[in-house]
């Protein structure tokens, strides 16, 4: 599956805001007109209008004329690895963390940091928990096997701070994390 997704009316594409349905027209911005996305679209019988500029104004937050929802900003947690964990558990990627200790359990992870930082891109939290602590940020700069929690009434989402970006994982009913390559969600 690729890594191009539709809720509430709202197109991501790799995490960025990519366009939005407007009367059953998508309307995206025209430079993620690739044949990925051009097959994302056909397969959901979904006729795509490019214009240039929708990300811009999508991450800007701004109520397009006519799209149906605004982005909303979500409420941000981060997690880290507790200080009586492990030494080795911590400042891993994802795939040695799980060869080496099985999924990530938040029993293992406290919250440094619960608000709202203006943003749902996860690489703009990262640099603002890394270089500029918002005000009642408790932790270390964010780095490796930290957890980004984007949440709001409907439900969270959880980002791991792996090598190179983020991956997502999902967390079960056990309070274990369960890690999800990006390329199967939806």
Request: aromatic share 10%; hydrophobic share 35%.
């Amino acid at each position: 599956m690729s890594e191009i997704s539709l809720k509430n009316g709202l197109i991501s594409y790799y995490g960025h805001p990519a366009g939005y349905i407007e009367k059953e027209k998508a309307i995206v911005d025209s430079i993620f007109n690739n044949e990925e996305f051009n097959n994302w679209l056909n397969s959901r019988k979904i006729s795509p209008q490019w214009k240039d500029g929708i990300m811009e104004r999508l991450i800007a937050g701004e109520q397009i004329y006519g799209a149906e929802i605004p982005i909303p900003i979500k409420n941000v947690r981060v997690w880290q690895l507790k200080p009586e964990v492990d030494i080795r558990m911590k400042f891993i990627d994802l795939d040695e963390t799980i060869k080496n200790f099985g999924e990530p359990s938040m029993e293992n992870y406290h919250s440094v940091y619960d608000g709202q930082l203006g943003t749902n891109d996860l690489e703009e939290i990262y640099a603002i928990c890394n270089i500029d602590h918002p005000d009642g940020y408790k932790g270390h700069s964010m780095s490796m096997s930290d957890i980004i929690e984007l949440y709001d009434d409907n439900g969270s989402e959880f980002h791991y701070c792996d090598t190179f970006g983020f991956k997502q994982i999902l967390l079960n009913q056990d309070s274990q994390v369960v890690s999800q390559d990006m390329t199967q969600l939806l």
